[in-house]
């Protein structure tokens, strides 16, 4: 029986599993990253890539101690766009993939750097201007080369933790099933990132791609203990802000 792997839908997830060599044992479906926990949930014979925080809410989930998708520099899923000659900034707004990471992770950011309290809004229409402050989560800014602009979340949640920024870890509601993926990832995964992107998103600017090319050393699948150190870092912080009354215990494997 195949195991079912839910993966966010961004270019990240789409280079993992291109570096996962034979893929005929998954059956791969890909989500907005908000939706996968609940998946997870309802299959246990399914494994996924969730946003870091939903482990706040999904506390009986097994992550897997060597498997997800961390930065530990430039390189980011998501740029903040600042608007220009303010003085302070009370409000976020929020376009893309948006998940717990960002709602949550931002809230901390600003306190922690510029002690304010920010409200987070979610942004459905298109940007042609960046006239607020904006928080853009997901492949558009690769696709219209919007990164060139914006401040690399990855890299302001590195400075905060002082360890790499883990935006997905691998989880499930089966501990055999998990174990089971980690075991046949590793004899199935070549751990060598492509040099050119060309072929994978050739719909990408010539910039964008330059940029993964040079870039890609900072994207980390294969988890050391680093990284590790990073997903408790991250899990803390919401603790140490009052969000939430207990520190969480992950359920590695």
Do not use: C, W
Request: no cysteine; charged share 25%.
């Amino acid at each position: 029986m195949k195991i079912k792997f839910y993966l966010p839908r961004n270019i990240f997830s789409q280079i993992l599993l291109s570096e996962i060599v034979d893929k005929s044992e998954l059956d791969i479906e890909f989500l907005p990253s908000s939706l996968i926990s609940k998946r997870l949930s309802d299959d246990n014979n399914s494994v996924g890539l969730i946003p870091t925080m939903d482990l706040l809410t999904n506390k009986d989930f097994f992550v897997s101690s060597e498997i997800g998708i961390s930065f530990d520099a430039l390189l980011s899923n998501s740029y903040i766009h600042f608007k220009e000659e303010q003085e302070t900034i009370d409000e976020l707004l929020m376009k893309g993939d948006v998940s717990s990471n960002e709602v949550i992770l931002s809230k901390i950011l600003f306190k922690e750097f510029y002690d304010v309290e920010i409200k987070t809004t979610l942004l459905n229409r298109e940007v042609s201007d960046f006239k607020d402050n904006l928080l853009i989560i997901g492949d558009e800014n690769y696709e219209k080369e919007l990164f060139l602009n914006g401040l690399s979340f990855a890299e302001e949640i590195i400075e905060l933790i002082n360890a790499p920024y883990v935006n997905f870890v691998l989880a499930g509601n089966s501990e055999e099933t998990l174990k089971d993926f980690n075991t046949a990832y590793k004899e199935n995964f070549s751990g060598a990132h492509k040099e050119s992107f060309d072929d994978l998103f050739p719909n990408f600017p010539q910039t964008s791609l330059d940029f993964l090319s040079v870039n890609i050393q900072h994207l980390v699948f294969d988890f050391e203990e680093q990284d590790r150190e990073g997903i408790t870092q991250l899990l803390q912080m919401p603790y140490y802000h009052g969000m939430i009354k207990d520190i969480i215990d992950v359920k590695f494997v």
